[in-house]
């Protein structure tokens, strides 16, 4: 791996899950600084992965369900240095999600039901754009 490979950003991809009308939150389980909050499930992209790619691979592997990344969501997030978060839409092809990794509940909000949980704070600026989604 060369010296840029090493500083390169990371990009952690969140995925907003909408399935019949409502948004999939999860709560995150782990790491202290996090668990107890809420989430758009999903992980960071791999080298030479596509951030559709990558979203696609964590829902499998968090909820065990087959889902297609639709359209990047506007805005970038520092979570730490070297490490920027991006919002996906995506749609749910297959299967019922669980909470097999990183989390311990799972919920479908409803349109009136997004500002219910205690979302991480990223992921609190990004609920306009959802609530548009949801909305269309
Ligand atoms: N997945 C995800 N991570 C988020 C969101 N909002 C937010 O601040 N984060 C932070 C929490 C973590 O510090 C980081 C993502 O780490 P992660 O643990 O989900 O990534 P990963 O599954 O690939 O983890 P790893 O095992 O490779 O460490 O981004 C979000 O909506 N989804």
């Given at each position: 791996?060369?010296?840029?490979?090493?500083?390169?950003?990371?990009?952690?991809?969140?995925?907003?899950?909408?399935?019949?009308?409502?948004?999939l939150a999860a709560r995150r389980s782990a790491p202290a600084a996090v668990a107890g909050r809420w989430e758009l499930p999903g992980g960071k992209a791999e080298p030479g992965e596509t951030e559709a790619q990558a979203?696609?691979?964590?829902?499998?592997?968090?909820?065990?369900?087959?889902?297609?990344?639709?359209?990047?969501?506007?805005?970038?997030?520092?979570?730490?240095?070297?490490?920027?978060?991006?919002?996906?839409?995506?749609?749910?092809?297959?299967?019922?999600?669980?909470?097999?990794?990183?989390?311990?509940?799972?919920?479908?909000?409803?349109?009136?039901?997004?500002?219910?949980?205690?979302?991480?704070?990223?992921?609190?600026?990004?609920?306009?754009?959802?609530?548009?989604?949801?909305?269309?």
């Amino acid at each position: 791996m060369d010296v840029q490979d090493e500083t390169a950003t990371r990009i952690v991809v969140g995925g907003a899950l909408i399935h019949r009308g409502r948004l999939l939150a999860a709560r995150r389980s782990a790491p202290a600084a996090v668990a107890g909050r809420w989430e758009l499930p999903g992980g960071k992209a791999e080298p030479g992965e596509t951030e559709a790619q990558a979203l696609e691979r964590e829902l499998l592997e968090e909820l065990g369900v087959r889902a297609r990344a639709l359209e990047r969501l506007p805005g970038a997030w520092t979570v730490r240095p070297g490490l920027e978060l991006h919002f996906w839409a995506a749609e749910l092809l297959a299967g019922d999600p669980r909470p097999l990794e990183d989390h311990d509940e799972l919920r479908w909000l409803g349109p009136a039901e997004l500002d219910s949980v205690d979302w991480i704070d990223h992921d609190r600026d990004v609920l306009p754009h959802i609530a548009r989604l949801l909305e269309s």
